[in-house]
């Protein structure tokens, strides 16, 4: 079957690659410790899973929702963000309901940019960002992000004529994969470039609930300008580990919104409204569950960072993320070879960083996504088959 050209452009996603690996090794007999996907496996609070239980009782649940989004989801949001960040939100307009951020990232290319087109997007990134410039059939304008720039791309090292054909621009702190974080300076910096360019931001901020140590991240909103110039994707999948009930939203100018809005409008009938429904109860709710499902992502990541640098790898330590992003051991180059290796001899599954993008060589990723016991396990494993001294 001939499949069309934009297709040809997507990679076949890491995911179901490290899961076929992950197929391979288990019906060989291993005991396979998973730690590439960034699923969460903890279970959402009580309360929420009550609020879905209640939800579905009701008649008429089952109808096709509005794509908009219940109008109390989108209050709960804008009540959300004035409590965690002090950015005000008018519901009505600034507030989007999507199926998973993923939906949005996906779609907001098919309103903003046309083929041919330029988009700015971080590499290494999440997969979404690329893919979804390919499905609208525009052009990638990588933004590298380097270590000696603490994972920020560098705005001054854009060349002046790719910036003024870029339309859409994406940024991720805290960061997937790279587990980087930004503060407000960098996004004041990001409205400074935007404005000059003509440029729509897109920020996903996935992880701002999962810091460690004290942090807090910051939204992008909260630079001054920020509204006029972008929209910021926040998920409930991994701030409360609802992340199979597809439920997320996209805040800020009222006018990207609106494209967005018809791109969906064509395109879905909206989150299911009990769904929406354990959203509210998520939002409104006891956040107490937040904070305490940071302390765990911590305590694992603890255990990683203590442990692989005892063995002689010495892997940095995230401020938020659940992801551990670290050079690869010493004598090692290649991030498939030594990804590869290390499941054929511990069964342990990683994801190599070149699969977030060309800049993503010479790095791993680790999922915080095992209990400590397993990850006190991946630790006793590594270092029974490698020699990193
Ligand atoms: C997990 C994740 C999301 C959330 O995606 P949903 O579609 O909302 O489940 C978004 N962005 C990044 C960078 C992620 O890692």
């Known amino acids: 079957m001939q499949v069309a050209r934009r297709i040809q452009g997507l990679s076949a996603a890491i995911f179901s690659e490290m899961d076929d690996l992950g197929k391979e090794l288990r019906a060989a007999g291993v005991d396979v410790i998973n730690l590439s996907?960034?699923?969460?496996?903890?279970?959402?609070?009580?309360?929420?899973?009550?609020?879905?239980?209640?939800?579905?009782?009701?008649?008429?649940?089952?109808?096709?929702?509005?794509a908009e989004g219940l109008p109390e989801f989108k209050q709960a949001v804008a009540d959300w963000y004035r409590q965690r960040f002090g950015v005000l939100l008018d519901p009505e307009r600034e507030v989007l309901s999507l199926m998973g951020s993923q939906d949005g990232l996906a779609h907001v290319y098919l309103a903003y940019l046309n083929p041919g087109e330029v988009a700015l997007v971080p590499d290494p990134g999440?997969?979404?960002?690329?893919?979804?410039?390919?499905?609208?059939?525009?052009?990638?304008?990588?933004?590298?992000?380097?270590?000696?720039?603490?994972?920020?791309?560098?705005?001054?090292?854009?060349?002046?004529?790719?910036?003024?054909?870029?339309?859409?621009?994406?940024?991720?702190?805290?960061?997937?994969?790279?587990?980087?974080?930004?503060?407000?300076?960098?996004?004041?910096?990001?409205?400074?470039?935007?404005?000059?360019?003509?440029?729509?931001v897109c920020h996903d901020v996935a992880y701002s609930e999962l810091a460690y140590d004290g942090y807090r991240p910051p939204s992008f909103l909260e630079a001054k300008g920020a509204k006029e110039v972008g929209v910021e994707f926040h998920s409930l999948s991994k701030t409360y580990n609802m992340a199979g009930c597809r439920c997320a939203f996209v805040v800020g100018n009222a006018e990207i919104l609106d494209g967005l809005r018809v791109i969906k409008s064509n395109i879905d009938f909206g989150v299911f409204r009990a769904v929406q429904k354990?959203?509210?109860?998520?939002?409104?709710?006891?956040?107490?569950?937040?904070?305490?499902?940071?302390?765990?992502?911590?305590?694992?990541?603890?255990?990683l960072v203590r442990g692989l640098?005892?063995?002689?790898?010495?892997?940095?330590?995230?401020?938020?993320?659940?992801?551990?992003?670290?050079?690869?051991?010493?004598?090692?180059?290649?991030?498939?070879?030594?990804?590869?290796?290390?499941?054929?001899?511990?069964?342990?599954?990683?994801?190599?960083?070149?699969?977030?993008?060309?800049?993503?060589?010479?790095?791993?990723?680790?999922?915080?996504?095992?209990?400590?016991?397993?990850?006190?396990?991946?630790?006793?494993?590594?270092?029974?088959?490698?020699?990193?001294s």
């Open 126 to 200: 999440y997969p979404i960002y690329s893919a979804g410039v390919v499905l609208a059939e525009g052009t990638i304008h990588p933004l590298p992000l380097l270590k000696e720039n603490g994972f920020l791309p560098d705005l001054g090292a854009v060349p002046v004529e790719v910036a003024q054909r870029a339309r859409i621009m994406v940024i991720n702190y805290p960061n997937n994969p790279v587990a980087a974080t930004a503060d407000l300076d960098f996004f004041r910096a990001v409205v400074q470039f935007a404005r000059k360019y003509e440029i729509i």
């Open 278 to 303: 354990a959203g509210i109860a998520a939002l409104h709710g006891s956040q107490e569950a937040v904070e305490i499902n940071a302390r765990v992502y911590q305590r694992r990541r603890d255990i």
């Open 37 to 66: 996907v960034g699923s969460p496996d903890r279970s959402p609070a009580l309360h929420i899973q009550q609020a879905l239980i209640e939800a579905i009782r009701e008649p008429g649940i089952f109808n096709y929702a509005l």
């Open 309 to 388: 640098s005892s063995l002689g790898w010495p892997v940095p330590s995230p401020k938020a993320s659940m992801f551990i992003w670290t050079p690869l051991p010493a004598g090692w180059r290649s991030s498939r070879e030594f990804v590869w290796e290390l499941a054929r001899r511990t069964g342990v599954l990683f994801v190599p960083g070149v699969a977030f993008g060309p800049r993503g060589e010479g790095y791993v990723r680790i999922a915080l996504v095992g209990s400590e016991q397993r990850l006190e396990e991946v630790v006793r494993r590594i270092g029974n088959s490698f020699d990193f």
